[in-house]
């Protein structure tokens, strides 16, 4: 049992490390939440979206400013947050309350993808305990 948890905490800070290494799409509209780990351009992101959708990035977002489309050919960055909106929100400046919506979302949608990683990683360290006891 204790090489279990001496070998897979180590993991569980390397996996949160390794979080960050994946480019995140939040859709503003639900909050869900969609995690690239291979490179992967906008386009292909927005391929099962409506034409009334775009892809933006958290790093060009800024209060009573529009907000700028990610180029369809652009490839997303490890690391960084993107939200696809409805392209309505494109048409006039982003307000204070609209910026922390969107953060909130963001940071909830990836709190709660971080916990469900956690609690596979405990389901599998039961597992190998079991294995390795029995």
């Given at each position: ?31 869900k939440l969609q995690e690239f780990r291979q490179p992967i351009t906008a386009s ?60 909130v979302k963001a940071s909830s949608a990836i709190e709660q993808s971080s916990e ?19």
């Amino acid at each position: 049992m204790g090489s279990c948890a001496s070998i897979l905490y180590p993991k569980l800070e390397i996996n949160n490390r390794n979080q960050s290494s994946t480019a995140k799409v939040i859709h503003s509209v639900d909050g869900k939440l969609q995690e690239f780990r291979q490179p992967i351009t906008a386009s292909h992101v927005l391929s099962d979206q409506p034409d009334t959708f775009f892809l933006c990035s958290s790093e060009n977002m800024f209060v009573n400013w529009h907000v700028p489309h990610v180029s369809g050919d652009e490839e997303l960055e490890p690391g960084q947050i993107y939200f696809i909106m409805p392209v309505s929100e494109s048409l006039k400046p982003l307000s204070l309350q609209e910026l922390c919506l969107l953060a909130v979302k963001a940071s909830s949608a990836i709190e709660q993808s971080s916990e469900m990683k956690k609690k596979k990683m405990v389901k599998r360290c039961r597992l190998v305990d079991w294995v390795t006891v029995y």
